[in-house]
T-cell receptor, first 116, second 112 residues
Framework: EAGVTQFPSHSVIEKGQTVTLRCDPI?????LYWYRRVMGKEIKFLLH????????ESGMPNNRFLAERTGGTYSTLKVQPAELEDSGVYFC??????????????FGSGTQLSVL | GDSVTQMEGPVTLSEEAFLTINCTYT??????LFWYVQYPGEGLQLLLK?????DKGSNKGFEATYRKETTSFHLEKGSVQVSDSAVYFC???????????FGIGTKLQVIP
């Protein structure tokens, strides 16, 4: 069974440019999460999709970030325009059911975003 | 709000040394506690978990005990191997409709 796939694995862009990150969850997983790890800091929750609906987007930093999950399959996270502080590793995770103490999150290997 | 504090590292150990990575937490109610591991080039994966006080999670020789009185969940392994080199994240889940909260991660390097 394929795991959670993210691409690109690395992206280097200049301040002011646009970048789109993609996540393909495990097939059949209705729940999809985006997290971000800024260097030296903890992994922070960004948002949670249930199928194509945004269940919780309380962690999105500002309106430069737009996440979509059309059709409830893969998801994209667009940053427009990118700022220096957006640099970090963006992780995607999926789960069959909403996270609970017993429901495991499956993570992708992340996209390393560098904004110069 | 919920938070997890863990030692920043990096931690460098010789093979077969004893490992402890400290983790303390702040949470409402009685959270479930987790350790996730990220090997180079891979995504995070669940290493072990404990869902109530005094529970001990264990996997691949790693152990952690849920200590409610000290709000801690320290990760231990008696004899580390080079293949244990990775970043280790302590995390908690508070229940209901909540997010998983992660610590900053501790990088472990084991040298032969």
């Amino acid at each position: 069974e394929a795991g959670v796939t993210q691409f690109p694995s690395h992206s280097v862009i200049e301040k002011g440019q646009t970048v789109t990150l993609r996540c393909d969850p495990i097939s059949g997983h209705d729940n999809l999460y985006w997290y971000r790890r800024v260097m030296g800091k903890e992994i922070k929750f960004l948002l949670h999709f249930v199928k194509e609906s945004k269940q919780d987007e309380s962690g999105m930093p500002n309106n430069r970030f737009l996440a979509e999950r059309t059709g409830g399959t893969y998801s994209t996270l667009k940053v427009q325009p990118a700022e220096l502080e957006d640099s970090g590793v963006y992780f995607c995770a999926s789960s069959l059911r909403a996270v609970t103490s017993s429901e495991k999150l499956f993570f992708g290997s992340g996209t390393q975003l560098s904004v110069l | 709000g919920d938070s997890v504090t863990q030692m920043e590292g990096p931690v460098t150990l010789s093979e077969e040394a004893f490992l402890t990575i400290n983790c303390t937490y702040t949470a409402t109610g009685y959270p479930s506690l987790f350790w996730y591991v990220q090997y180079p080039g891979e995504g995070l994966q669940l290493l072990l978990k404990a869902t109530k006080a005094d529970d001990k999670g264990s996997n691949k020789g790693f152990e952690a005990t849920y200590r409610k009185e000290t709000t801690s969940f320290h990760l231990e392994k008696g004899s580390v191997q080079v293949s244990d080199s990775a970043v280790y994240f302590c995390a908690l889940y508070s229940g209901g409709y909540q997010k998983v909260t992660f610590g900053i991660g501790t990088k472990l390097q084991v040298i032969p």
